[in-house]
């Protein structure tokens, strides 16, 4: 009777980590999800740690933290491939961001290693919006960005989570790099409206510069590193370069990505966009 595979999940607890997880479990697979948090724990500036959460484990689920485009991943990226292969890890799956362009060195650590490695370049999540990013200024009925007009096809993290899903379990994606896109190009002007049609109340959307948006993030006290890091994604990666819509969830998953309308009437159910009351 041949082994039955088990996973290694990391970031049990970020937006696609705990839908890999779930939805692996959900088929009868074996898991073991990981954060900084769990039990084995798993840190990426902590190699030692690693060693316990790969044991016995024959796939992974890589997101990287703070961001692969943040210099010095590809060299983290291409140790942990080494440590995994070594533990008997050999199928990779690897959760990247579309159009960052300094995370490509990252990514072919990973196609470089050995590994059967797979890449998933993903557009921004409509889970921003609801879990943590966007979810105050959604709350509070204005959300300033410097984002302009630019349009962005915005993407489910559980189609996200499917495809990486269906890539760990089906060889023919080795060797692959997929980018994954909702299915329509949406301003933030576009979503902010949409999500006030689905709570019925309005949410404005005000174009701000960059300066203003990282003076605010100061002013909240966000890490400098996590600032600098929203800095590159709003200056370099939203200029329109990932714009058009992919057909790669499709070619994965057989059907096309979920509507951002349908994320925004779900979520409005649940009432977590409700405004927040003003001191």
């Known amino acids: 009777m041949s082994k039955k595979p088990r996973y290694l999940v990391l970031g049990a607890t970020a937006k696609t980590g705990r839908r890999v997880a779930d939805k692996l479990r959900a088929q009868g697979h074996e898991v073991r999800a990981v954060s900084r948090s769990t039990s084995p724990s798993f840190d990426w500036t902590n190699p030692d740690s690693w060693q316990d959460c790969l044991k016995d484990v024959d796939a992974v689920y890589i997101t990287f933290q703070p961001d692969l485009a943040v210099p010095g991943s590809d060299a983290i990226i291409a140790q942990f491939a080494k440590a995994a292969l070594a533990n008997g890890a050999k199928r990779l799956v690897m959760l990247s961001g579309r159009g960052e362009e300094a995370a490509h060195r990252a990514e072919d650590a990973l196609l470089q290693s050995g590994a059967d490695a797979t890449i998933l370049r993903a557009n921004w999540f409509f889970q921003n919006f609801s879990e943590d990013l966007f979810l105050p200024y959604i709350q ?55 999500i006030g049609q689905a709570i019925h109340r309005p949410v404005h959307f005000v174009p701000i510069t960059l300066d203003e948006l990282d003076n605010g993030l100061a ?59 003003r001191a």
Not at 219 to 228: L, M, S, T, W
Not at 242 to 253: G, R, Y
Request: proline share 6%; net charge negative; glycine share 8%.
């Open 140 to 194: 509070s009925g204005t959300l300033a960005l410097p984002a302009g007009d630019i349009p962005e096809p915005f993407i489910d993290a559980d189609d996200i989570a499917e495809c990486a899903v269906a890539c760990l379990l089906d060889p023919a994606h080795i060797g692959k790099t997929y980018e994954l896109s909702g299915a329509e190009a949406l301003t933030f002007a576009d979503v902010t409206a949409i």
């Open 219 to 277: 002013a909240d006290a966000v890490p400098d590193e996590f600032r600098g890091l929203i800095r590159y994604l709003f200056s370099e990666v939203l200029d329109g370069r990932n714009s058009t819509p992919t057909q790669d969830v499709k070619a994965i998953l057989g059907r096309d990505p979920n509507s951002l309308i349908r994320y925004a009437e779900t979520v409005a159910k649940t009432g977590l966009w409700q405004l927040a009351k």
